[in-house]
Each structure stands twice: as structure tokens, then as C-alpha cells.
């Protein structure tokens, strides 16, 4: 397979993600694209969060594609494309998605990849549609920690995880680049059934990497009190259901974060 949209590399900016909404909002995007930074000084995380990574040990792009579905119909899309991300990379390293399993690699509703639940890469999905009848574009941003892990710990405070932990010692990590074309042509793979099919196809698929199942979590979201019950999965639209008290409830993609509960 080849990678079906226009490449960008640059040496620094502030954001990829950035660089292209500006596009989508001046209406100047008309083909895929794909930009990638070795540099960014502004990478965003959810929420408003900024994104910190090494640039010698991260690798963070995005990605531009255009969408014929509504907003609305595109819900599980986040979720959809942490599967791709695991495909990418496991076809990257030459190695089996089940190995990667057991090693601890997991999926954290809505965006985030684990590895024995420390963080080992993040997805932040913006954009949108001008106008009723024009393409959705959504802006897909991809960081993902590819190798030294304990230094990236230093500068965010938290555990981290990162490619070569996942890897058996025999085997060398793969180059930057080669890791990041793998993943754009798993990310057009699976848009290209999410177009034909939506998230519900994906469903079980997604449901076995779900790190928190079966836990007791607490979400909490700007503004809202905080809500904890019991992670029973997703739904075939990609909404977290949780059962609170005698009830159980779908929770949306949002301003929101997932924490299991001590």
C-alpha cells in the first residue's frame, strides 16, 4: 500500500495541527495532507494541554483528510484511530499486534495508548465542516513516544512508555520515518472502511485493547462534577458506558479525562 496524500516535513513549528486547521479555516485544503515536525514548541494535547516530547525520541505529525460523513457521523473516529496507530506500528516493527498485547499495550478511552498504563502516545482529533454539503475535514495529531523513556518522564512528571520497551532486545527500532509512513497508510486503510461502515464495525475489535474494562473509574470534566462508576466498554457509536448506581450511562468524547479509581 502507498501513502495517498501529500507529504510535509519541517524542521519546527508550533504546531502541526495548527498549521493545517489554519488551512481548513482559510478553505485551502483540497487533498490530503500529511505534516510532520521533528520540532514543536506549541504541541497541543486535549483540553487545552500542551504536549511535551524529545524531539530525538518522539514522533509527532498530523494529518488532514477529508471526510463525506457529518461531524456527527464520524463518532468513534478517535477511537478508530488508535486501532490504526497500533496496526501502523506493529507493521512497523515487523511484529504481530498480539505480541504488542501481551507486552501491556492498551487503548485508554478516548485517545491515548498505554503500555502497563503509562502513557506511550496521545491523539487529538480537531476540525470540522464550513458548510452543510462540503467535505468534514478533521485534523488527525498523532505524538507517540518512540524511545527513551525515563528522560521524557523528566520533563512531564509522569510515567511514560515508549516503542523500544515493546520491542524483544534482538530487534532494532525502526527510523522516524519509516514509522511515520507505516502509520499514514494504516490511517487510510481504516478511514477507508470507516467511511463504508463507522465505528460499529470496529467495536469488538476496539473492545480488546480497552485498558480500563471491567475497573471502576472516575470522569471529570471542566465544570461538571465528577462521575464514578463502573467501565463496561464502549457502545457501537464509541461512547463510554458506565454503570452508576442502578443505571448505566453513555459518555461522549469531550473536555473530559479517564482515571481508574484507586
Not at 486501532?83 to 504481530?96: D, E, Y
Not at 472516575?218 to 442502578?246: M, Q, R
Request: aromatic fraction near 8%; proline fraction near 4%.
Amino acid at each position: 500500500m502507498t501513502v495517498n496524500c501529500i507529504l510535509e516535513r519541517v524542521a519546527e513549528t508550533r504546531s502541526t495541527n495548527d498549521d493545517l486547521l489554519e488551512r481548513w479555516r482559510a478553505g485551502s485544503l483540497i487533498d490530503p495532507v500529511a505534516r510532520i515536525a521533528y520540532k514543536q514548541t506549541a504541541g497541543k494535547g486535549r483540553a487545552g494541554r500542551t504536549w511535551l516530547a524529545n524531539p530525538e525520541d518522539t514522533i509527532c505529525f498530523s494529518l488532514a483528510f477529508p471526510f463525506h460523513q457529518s461531524p456527527a457521523e464520524l463518532s468513534g473516529l478517535s477511537l478508530l484511530v488508535g486501532l490504526a496507530v497500533i496496526s501502523g506500528l506493529a507493521q512497523a516493527c515487523n511484529l504481530s499486534e498480539a505480541t504488542f498485547f501481551d507486552a501491556g499495550l492498551r487503548l485508554k478511552w478516548p485517545n491515548d495508548l498505554l503500555l502497563n498504563n503509562a502513557k506511550l502516545g496521545g491523539i487529538l482529533i480537531e476540525g470540522g465542516q464550513a458548510k452543510s454539503g462540503d467535505p468534514t475535514w478533521m485534523i488527525v495529531g498523532i505524538g507517540i513516544n518512540l524511545r527513551n523513556a525515563k528522560e521524557i518522564e523528566v520533563g512531564l512528571g509522569q510515567k511514560i512508555g515508549s516503542l523500544d520497551q515493546l520491542l524483544p532486545s534482538s530487534i532494532t527500532p525502526p527510523d522516524m520515518e519509516y514509522v511515520w509512513i507505516k502509520l499514514l497508510e494504516s490511517l487510510q486503510g481504516y478511514f477507508k472502511q470507516f467511511a463504508q461502515s463507522g465505528f460499529g464495525s470496529f467495536h469488538s475489535q476496539w473492545s480488546r485493547w480497552d485498558a480500563y474494562a471491567g475497573q471502576v473509574v472516575c470522569i471529570s470534566g471542566a465544570g461538571k462534577d465528577s462521575i464514578i462508576g463502573t467501565a463496561k466498554g464502549v457502545d457501537a457509536n464509541g461512547a463510554l458506558l458506565l454503570e452508576n448506581e442502578h443505571e448505566t450511562i453513555c459518555v461522549y468524547a469531550g473536555d473530559v479525562s479517564l482515571r481508574a479509581k484507586p
